[in-house]
Structure formats: structure tokens, C-alpha cells
């Protein structure tokens, strides 16, 4: 009889989940963190990096929309954006349709070191890809439509708490 590994053990089975979705779910976790690796050369902290993905990506927000897409408070947000602006990476402007409110938007530079990022995380997806014989290459391929589907039923699925709900970030920028 084989015996388990410590990590096995360490990942006691959920009643109702396979282990093939526990298999995703921790080589999910692998995966961004082996491309994260890439994101120190930006010269900013993750919770700004995220912040400016979520402009960049998504467009101008409101400081309470970008604040429920961070999953963060209001002031705790106020803070980051201050910072952005401090390094010319976003910028508050009136919102046009909200006399007294703000809005905030990505500036081109937080724009290119947003892009930069994302093609260095890319890049080192690429290199480690090419250590896979073409077949596993194929495979990848070929699970993407369905792994596409499951973000989007993700996406569909009430949120836990209500009052702490996120807005619809997208993930796969």
C-alpha cells in the first residue's frame, strides 16, 4: 500500500471536491506564484501592482469601485491611489457623471509599467512552456476553453457574504 506524501497530508480532502479540482486549484496557486517572481522589477508593491492592473485593464473607477474590486476600505484605497499619483502611475480627475465625485485612471506610464509586467510574467510562462514536449504544449491548449468556462461560472457564483462582495474583477489579463 503506498503511503502519502507529508504534503498529501497536509491537504485533507474536501467532501464534494475531487482531487482533480484540489489538483488545479494548488497548481493555480503554482502557477501565479512562478510568474509573480517577475513582478519585483516593477519597482512597486503588489497591492499598488494589482490596484493598476485593475485600471489599466478595466478602466477609469471611482475610489469605492476600485476599493470593492481590491477588497479593501475606502481609506485603505485613498492611500494606494495617493501613491500611484506620488509616482505619476494614475490620476484623479472629475467624473463626468458625478458632479462631487472623482474618478481614477491608470496615466500612461502606469499604463507601460503595467504592460512591461504583464510581458515579463508572460515571457517566463513562455521559457518554462518550452520545456514541455509538444504533446503537454497540446494538452495546455487544448484545456484552455474549458478552463475559460470555469473563471466565468467563478464569476457567476453569488459571493459568500454579500456585504463584502467584490465586483467582477477579471482575472485573466
Given at each position: 500500500?503506498?503511503?502519502?506524501?507529508?504534503?498529501?497530508?497536509?491537504?485533507?480532502?474536501?467532501?464534494?471536491?475531487?482531487?482533480?479540482?484540489?489538483?488545479?486549484?494548488?497548481?493555480?496557486?503554482?502557477?501565479l506564484?512562478?510568474?509573480?517572481?517577475?513582478?519585483?522589477?516593477?519597482g512597486i508593491?503588489?497591492?499598488?501592482?494589482?490596484a493598476?492592473?485593475?485600471?489599466?485593464?478595466?478602466?477609469?473607477?471611482?475610489?469605492?469601485?476600485?476599493?470593492?474590486?481590491?477588497?479593501?476600505?475606502p481609506?485603505?484605497?485613498?492611500?494606494?491611489?495617493?501613491?500611484?499619483?506620488?509616482?505619476?502611475?494614475?490620476?484623479?480627475?472629475?467624473?463626468?457623471?458625478?458632479?462631487?465625485?472623482?474618478?481614477?485612471?491608470?496615466?500612461?506610464?502606469?499604463?507601460?509599467?503595467?504592460?512591461?509586467?504583464?510581458?515579463?510574467r508572460?515571457?517566463?510562462l513562455a521559457?518554462?512552456?518550452?520545456?514541455?514536449?509538444?504533446a503537454?504544449?497540446?494538452?495546455?491548449?487544448?484545456?484552455l476553453?474549458?478552463?475559460?468556462?470555469?473563471?466565468?461560472?467563478?464569476?457567476e457564483l453569488?459571493?459568500?457574504?454579500?456585504?463584502?462582495r467584490?465586483?467582477?474583477?477579471?482575472?485573466?489579463?
Amino acid at each position: 500500500m503506498a503511503t502519502r506524501s507529508v504534503a498529501q497530508a497536509a491537504r485533507p480532502a474536501i467532501p464534494g471536491v475531487g482531487a482533480d479540482l484540489d489538483q488545479l486549484h494548488r497548481l493555480a496557486i503554482a502557477l501565479l506564484r512562478g510568474v509573480k517572481v517577475e513582478d519585483g522589477a516593477a519597482g512597486i508593491g503588489p497591492a499598488p501592482l494589482s490596484a493598476l492592473s485593475v485600471l489599466t485593464f478595466g478602466g477609469p473607477l471611482a475610489l469605492g469601485a476600485l476599493a470593492r474590486a481590491e477588497g479593501v476600505r475606502p481609506p485603505t484605497m485613498s492611500r494606494l491611489v495617493d501613491g500611484l499619483e506620488r509616482a505619476g502611475l494614475a490620476r484623479r480627475s472629475a467624473d463626468p457623471a458625478d458632479a462631487r465625485g472623482l474618478r481614477i485612471a491608470a496615466t500612461a506610464k502606469g499604463r507601460a509599467l503595467l504592460l512591461a509586467g504583464r510581458a515579463r510574467r508572460l515571457r517566463r510562462l513562455a521559457t518554462a512552456a518550452h520545456t514541455l514536449v509538444p504533446a503537454q504544449r497540446k494538452h495546455v491548449a487544448a484545456a484552455l476553453p474549458a478552463l475559460a468556462a470555469l473563471v466565468r461560472a467563478l464569476h457567476e457564483l453569488p459571493a459568500p457574504n454579500a456585504s463584502k462582495r467584490r465586483s467582477r474583477r477579471r482575472f485573466d489579463e
